[in-house]
């Protein structure tokens, strides 16, 4: 090892910070429809994007495995090969992307963890072990894996989020937004959306948004509570399902229009919005939105 004698103290080289080195780095020219299809059994996928009409790939892998890439009119196909240009199904392949801002994206992985940052095309991701994140997209976003946490912020479009084993959270979303799991929690944050449709089985939910008064709210859990954010101007018809638990709020709210304990239903305003909340074992509770942001900064 190097070192440097700078004022009086040992810096060492190998301690720098030094630019990350790739087995492959090459760029491809493609077209404003061209459309990013990549397969990647295992490994992380990071992309990034730029102004230009061009996909820089670089990306980490043996000297057994190498970047097959295919180029046609309308897409770029990215998968690990053999050394002699066969596929390789067991390669593990780490990439960083960057791609065309405007780009659609499609992504399947086994044991991939998947980050996309900037990009507003519509994306696809199916992966069975790994996380995904993403910060901004457009159109249409497709998001599922199975043992793995999913967050999204910043999208505009549509947004289909699925996970089993972790939890979905989605925040500063203009869109309409369905999002489920199976073990894990479902947090909505400032969503601006006409649908909006969050469900687990065992797990909190949580919505924090726009109430369009055409728009129509589906909260969703077996085992756990419900948290709604209400604004003060809102005009709602919520309709409130709870087997065993019990339904609160932190504002004065109008008699129920139902006089079953476990089916209760409250019409706020002229009733616009349809909210329907269902847990059959926990709580629901409807709060102003600056307590739920307040209770999130404070956990």
Known sequence: MITVLLAGA?????????PQA?????TVSVSATTRLKLENVGGEVIIKAWDKNQVRIQASHSSRTAVGISLSESSLRLSP??????????????????VPAAMSIEIGGMYADVTI???RGEISVQTVEGNINVKGGGDVLTLQTVNGKINVQGARGRLDLRSV??????SDVVGDVIAETVSGSVMLSRIDGKRVEAQTVSGDVRFDGTL?????????????DVTVGIPENASALIQTAVANGDVSASFALPTSERSSRRRQEFRIGS??????????S?????????????????E
């Open 10 to 18: 040992l810096l060492s080289v190998s301690s720098l910070q030094q």
């Open 22 to 26: 790739f087995d492959t780095d090459t």
């Open 81 to 98: 090969k053999g050394s002699r240009g066969t596929m390789r199904m067991g390669g593990v392949v780490d990439y960083v992307l960057t």
């Open 117 to 119: 940052e900037g990009t």
């Open 165 to 170: 084993s972790e939890d979905v959270e989605v």
């Open 212 to 224: 369009r008064p055409d728009g129509t709210y589906s909260l969703l859990t077996h085992s756990g």
């Open 271 to 280: 009733g616009g919005a349809s909210i329907e909340i269902e847990t059959f």
């Open 282 to 298: 926990g709580d629901i509770r409807l709060v102003r939105p600056t307590e739920m942001r307040t209770r999130s900064k404070e």
